[in-house]
């Protein structure tokens, strides 16, 4: 607003200006008398000054044609001038159109054209780091990962793209399966990024599966600091790493560390059976049976475990029965309605050979719950009472079908474990593992599970004595799943 006023009064102020001068120079006097080659001229003073104007206008006339003439002259040379620029524009221009035109052929899933448009892009643009990019996109969704390697190792040369180039590599090493390349670049990668997520996650689960549990549990920390994992979640997964490194070191030898690592690891993670379980194995061998026994009833009191039974019984291995079952009662009465408590109950009275007991203990078990464990339990403790053996094998041979029970298995892909692994071996999933029972998948047995009764006998309730083949279904106490 104030601008244009401005600019008014301005033009305003020339038109006056001129008019004056204009009038002052015509009311002058007098003027010039040029002599030039024996021609004389008398200019008036407003020719004069009308001459003066057109010679000015003459030399910028000249100077702008002089400058042109410079400007062809350069053009023709090679440099770089307003000719060359038109041209570098238009290419310019181009060269954006086949990467914008590549970057939607990548979104809609055209490998082949991506491809083309980002090397006509590349071509154009003479800027390796946008159209790199592309091109190994292009280059991996149609399938050319020998081209996509090469891009990304090209990448690697410029500072600003050396993240993405070190990424895609690592996606590729982890494709095609080559961990150990793979760890390396994810640290390079986490050197150069710290607080990149995603980056976080895949070298903590290399560095899990390759049991770099130092390293694993650095990176944990750094993802907590970097606010990228909530604090409990932190300290669950800390302590499966510690117990990871404790495990590992336990193998070899059982050091102080080691002791260490597996307190550390129960003290984040209270109701983590294996750590529980070497924890109290470390206080055992440190001659601190009381520590081991508090361990063990805090994790028993979250989630009852065979292994826990088993721990608890290692604190005083050469007892006789009667004292260990009375020396149990500390677990035994922490969730009596527990099937893993009943369990264990039975099989502490079976091994003071007080049968009924046992049989109070396992209770209506075998009938609510059925699994292969207490259906062995119930036969070995009919055997004890003296039964028929045909009612023993009716109860085998119900076991031999029936669910195995709660098992470490992955909650991502259900794989059963043998025994707790911070990762599972199928998935790679990194503490995924819960004590719970498997969905059940149909046996695959010979024949079928139909012809069982046939082999073994019919099954009990009621327990018929017809027995076509006469098999040995001797199962002694001995032979199952026990706290020894
Ligand atoms: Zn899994």
């Given at each position: 607003?104030?601008w244009s006023?401005v600019?008014i009064l301005?033009?305003?102020?020339a038109?006056?200006?001129?008019t004056?001068?204009t009038a002052w120079?015509?009311?002058?006097?007098g003027?010039a008398e040029?002599t030039?080659?024996?021609?004389?001229l008398?200019?008036s003073?407003l020719?004069?000054?009308?001459?003066?104007?057109?010679?000015?206008?003459?030399v910028?006339v000249?100077i702008?044609?002089?400058?042109?003439?410079?400007?062809?002259?350069?053009?023709?040379?090679g440099?770089?001038?307003a000719i060359?620029?038109?041209f570098t524009?238009n290419?310019?221009?181009r060269g954006i159109?086949a990467l914008?035109e590549?970057m939607?052929a990548?979104a809609?899933?055209?490998?082949a054209v991506a491809?083309?448009?980002?090397q006509r892009a590349?071509?154009?643009l003479?800027?390796p780091e946008l159209t790199?990019?592309?091109v190994?996109?292009?280059?991996?969704m149609a399938?050319?990962s020998?081209k996509?390697?090469a891009?990304y190792k090209?990448?690697?040369?410029d500072?600003?793209?050396?993240f993405?180039g070190?990424?895609?590599l690592?996606?590729q090493r982890?494709?095609?399966?080559d961990?150990e390349t793979?760890?390396?670049?994810?640290?390079k990668?986490?050197q150069?990024k710290?607080?990149h997520a995603?980056t976080q996650?895949i070298?903590?689960?290399?560095?899990?599966?390759?049991?770099d549990?130092a390293g694993a549990r650095?990176?944990?920390a750094a993802?907590?600091k970097?606010?990228?994992?909530p604090?409990d979640?932190?300290?669950?997964?800390?302590?499966?790493l510690?117990?990871?490194?404790?495990?590992?070191i336990l193998d070899?030898?059982s050091?102080?560390?080691?002791?260490?690592?597996?307190?550390?690891?129960?003290r984040?993670?209270?109701?983590?059976?294996?750590?529980a379980?070497?924890?109290a194995?470390?206080?055992?061998t440190a001659?601190?049976?009381?520590y081991?026994?508090?361990?063990?009833?805090?994790?028993w009191?979250?989630?009852?475990h065979?292994d826990l039974?088993?721990a608890?019984?290692e604190i005083?291995?050469n007892?006789?029965?009667q004292?260990?079952?009375k020396r149990?009662?500390?677990?035994?009465k922490?969730?009596p309605?527990?099937a893993e408590t009943?369990?264990?109950?039975?099989e502490l009275?079976?091994?003071?050979e007080?049968f009924?007991a046992?049989?109070r203990a396992l209770g209506?078990l075998?009938?609510?719950e059925?699994t292969?464990?207490?259906?062995t339990?119930?036969?070995?403790?009919?055997?004890?009472q003296?039964?028929?053996?045909?009612?023993?094998?009716g109860?085998?041979t119900?076991a031999?079908t029936?669910s195995?029970?709660?098992?470490w298995v992955?909650?991502k892909?259900?794989?059963?474990?043998q025994?707790w692994?911070?990762?599972?071996?199928?998935c790679?999933?990194?503490?995924t593992?819960?004590w719970?029972?498997?969905?059940r998948?149909?046996?695959?047995m010979p024949?079928?599970?139909?012809?069982?009764?046939?082999?073994?006998?019919?099954?009990?309730k009621?327990?018929?004595?017809?027995?076509l083949v006469?098999a040995?279904?001797?199962?002694?106490p001995?032979d199952?799943?026990g706290?020894?």
């Amino acid at each position: 607003m104030l601008w244009s006023l401005v600019k008014i009064l301005a033009f305003v102020a020339a038109v006056m200006a001129l008019t004056f001068g204009t009038a002052w120079v015509m009311e002058l006097s007098g003027g010039a008398e040029i002599t030039v080659a024996g021609i004389e001229l008398t200019l008036s003073p407003l020719q004069l000054t009308i001459g003066f104007l057109l010679l000015l206008l003459g030399v910028w006339v000249m100077i702008y044609v002089v400058g042109l003439l410079i400007a062809v002259l350069r053009f023709i040379n090679g440099d770089e001038t307003a000719i060359s620029r038109y041209f570098t524009r238009n290419r310019e221009r181009r060269g954006i159109d086949a990467l914008g035109e590549g970057m939607m052929a990548l979104a809609s899933g055209e490998g082949a054209v991506a491809m083309a448009r980002a090397q006509r892009a590349e071509r154009l643009l003479d800027r390796p780091e946008l159209t790199n990019l592309l091109v190994a996109q292009a280059a991996e969704m149609a399938g050319d990962s020998k081209k996509a390697e090469a891009t990304y190792k090209a990448l690697l040369t410029d500072e600003r793209t050396r993240f993405v180039g070190v990424r895609g590599l690592l996606r590729q090493r982890l494709d095609a399966g080559d961990t150990e390349t793979a760890l390396k670049l994810a640290e390079k990668a986490f050197q150069l990024k710290p607080k990149h997520a995603e980056t976080q996650d895949i070298l903590l689960r290399l560095q899990a599966e390759s049991s770099d549990w130092a390293g694993a549990r650095a990176t944990l920390a750094a993802k907590l600091k970097t606010g990228t994992l909530p604090r409990d979640v932190y300290k669950r997964r800390d302590a499966v790493l510690a117990l990871g490194e404790a495990k590992g070191i336990l193998d070899e030898t059982s050091t102080i560390e080691a002791r260490e690592e597996a307190i550390e690891a129960n003290r984040l993670s209270p109701d983590l059976i294996p750590a529980a379980v070497l924890a109290a194995r470390s206080y055992v061998t440190a001659g601190n049976p009381r520590y081991a026994a508090r361990v063990l009833r805090k994790a028993w009191d979250v989630l009852p475990h065979p292994d826990l039974a088993a721990a608890f019984a290692e604190i005083e291995p050469n007892e006789d029965p009667q004292a260990r079952l009375k020396r149990f009662e500390a677990l035994t009465k922490l969730r009596p309605e527990h099937a893993e408590t009943r369990m264990l109950l039975a099989e502490l009275n079976m091994a003071c050979e007080w049968f009924p007991a046992a049989a109070r203990a396992l209770g209506d078990l075998t009938e609510v719950e059925p699994t292969a464990r207490n259906l062995t339990l119930r036969a070995a403790i009919e055997r004890g009472q003296g039964a028929d053996d045909a009612v023993v094998r009716g109860w085998l041979t119900r076991a031999l079908t029936a669910s195995r029970g709660p098992q470490w298995v992955c909650d991502k892909c259900n794989t059963v474990h043998q025994h707790w692994i911070p990762v599972c071996t199928t998935c790679h999933g990194f503490d995924t593992l819960s004590w719970r029972t498997p969905p059940r998948t149909e046996f695959a047995m010979p024949g079928g599970a139909d012809m069982l009764p046939l082999i073994v006998g019919t099954p009990a309730k009621p327990p018929a004595p017809v027995v076509l083949v006469k098999a040995t279904a001797d199962a002694t106490p001995a032979d199952k799943p026990g706290p020894n």
